[in-house]
């Protein structure tokens, strides 16, 4: 009898070392829920042996289901386990049939959106399934094994900022993320978006379970939260996964100084450091400002005809 997919992924998973985070079974459990994401699975048609898996969350928006990632998961695309001692041309064959296997089991969705990690470069095998690409951005801080160098490479002005803050507030790692969150929500109200009390709660303790994930919170001399950083992390990376200030206070470059802390203990671990970035011009110049390499990743997106794009898009 032939293996549920999800299944199969779970049991994938638990034996491919390396695994990024947002594509870990846990995470997938606590940012979509249990029962809300499945998985496609695609195996050699003479062989039977395991080529690639995609994990894929289904949900609405504006009305409109969608197949698309959650909250706060700047990555959801294929697995693929090509055999060794493959040339190039060999490889570029496989990732096509493999993804074309994987494609035709998502459902028929409207809209169907995909985030590709860094490390798959190759877009082309989802064209002829007619997904449209679109390269983002994120700005990564690659070699932190020099704190000094890391520093000089700020901006200037990011400097003295967070040479201001440390006059006046302090910061410091914080057990319970909840007072970073709040700061991090109202900055999402500010720019018309939500994360729920709830969901985040459920996705901070399996973090929590699995030892992957710090909150650090810059407060003013009586104590009052200023401003904060919330990272995850997994083999490799770090993730900036939440900032979040508040805008009565003040006091220059307190966010910066969250950051800034969130660096050096991604830092102590020997991690790479994801800005996780974003494409808003404001929130992009502020993590520029911290001297990451530009990185590119694939967007992908199929819509069943305009009307879904225009519907989804709102």
Not at 29 to 39: E, F
Not at 199 to 228: I, K, M, N, T, Y
Not at 286 to 298: A, D, N, V
């Amino acid at each position: 009898m032939e293996q549920n997919p999800k299944t199969t992924y779970r049991d994938a998973c638990g034996n491919t070392p390396g695994l990024p985070l947002f594509q870990q079974p846990w995470w997938l459990d606590a940012a979509c829920g249990p029962g809300n994401w499945q998985a496609a699975a695609a195996r050699n048609e003479k062989t039977g042996a395991l080529e690639g898996l995609l994990p894929y969350h289904a949900r609405s928006r504006y009305g409109v289901r969608m197949v698309s990632p959650p909250p706060m998961t700047p990555f959801l695309g294929p697995l693929l386990f090509p055999p060794e001692g493959l040339n190039d041309y060999k490889v570029r064959t496989f990732e096509e049939q493999a993804i074309r296997r994987l494609l035709a089991q998502l459902p028929g969705l409207p809209v169907v959106r995909l985030k590709l990690h860094y490390d798959v470069r190759n877009w082309l095998p989802f064209r002829p399934a007619g997904f449209r690409q679109t390269t983002r951005y994120s700005y990564r801080i690659l070699n932190l094994s020099n704190l000094d160098r890391v520093w000089g490479s700020f901006h200037p002005r990011l400097r003295n900022k967070i040479s201001h803050a440390a006059r006046l507030c302090e910061v410091r790692q914080v057990e319970g993320a909840g007072p970073v969150f709040r700061l991090f929500r109202q900055r999402l109200e500010r720019q018309g978006a939500a994360v729920g009390d709830a969901w985040f709660a459920g996705v901070d303790a399996a973090l929590q379970a699995h030892g992957a994930r710090a909150a650090f919170l810059c407060s003013d001399e009586q104590g009052r939260p200023l401003a904060g950083a919330y990272i995850a992390w997994d083999e490799r990376s770090a993730y900036l996964l939440m900032t979040g200030f508040d805008g009565r206070a003040g006091i220059r470059g307190a966010a910066a100084l969250a950051v800034w802390a969130s660096i050096r203990f991604a830092a102590e671990r020997g991690l790479i450091y994801d800005f996780e970035g974003s494409m808003l011009p404001g929130v992009e110049r502020f993590f520029r400002e911290f001297g990451g390499e530009l990185c590119p990743y694939h967007y992908l997106v199929k819509y069943r005809n305009w009307w879904w794009r225009v519907l989804a898009d709102g």
